[in-house]
């Protein structure tokens, strides 16, 4: 069983920025890939990012791309995404979700997830 524990969301205003970091209590923190993903109101949960096990490839879903950026760190079993120029789409639960082993865009794939925090961005 791995535990990911979120921080990091709140409010910010458009233009803004934000940095959601998750840490995670399994020792093999490396069998795992990791993404964060993002549910709205009233829409499916969609992938914002993913990061492969050794860090050396990510994904950035269109919403994201040149304004988030996903890294982690296996020595502290720990993933990151801040988020930088955000607007109100943005507006969303946030989850950080992990993998075992290759990561997939699918949420139904992940075995684990975090309580996910809240980012709300306004004008």
């Known amino acids: 069983q791995v535990q990911l524990l979120e921080s990091g969301g709140g409010l910010a205003h458009t233009g803004g920025s934000l940095r959601l970091s998750c840490a995670a209590s399994?020792?093999?923190?490396?069998?795992?890939?990791m993404a964060w993903f993002r549910q709205a109101p009233e829409r499916e949960r969609e992938v914002v990012a993913g990061i492969r096990i050794s860090g050396g490839s990510s994904y950035y879903a269109d919403s994201g791309k040149g304004r988030f950026t996903i890294s982690r760190d296996n020595a502290k079993n720990a993933v990151f995404l801040p988020m930088t120029r955000l607007h109100s789409a943005a507006t969303a639960v946030y989850y950080c979700?992990?993998?075992?082993?290759?990561?997939?865009?699918?949420?139904?794939?992940?075995?684990?997830w975090g309580q996910g925090p809240q980012v709300t961005v306004s004008s």
């Open positions: 399994e020792g093999a923190f490396t069998n795992y890939a």
């Open positions: 979700a992990a993998k075992r082993s290759t990561w997939h865009i699918a949420p139904t794939r992940y075995e684990f």
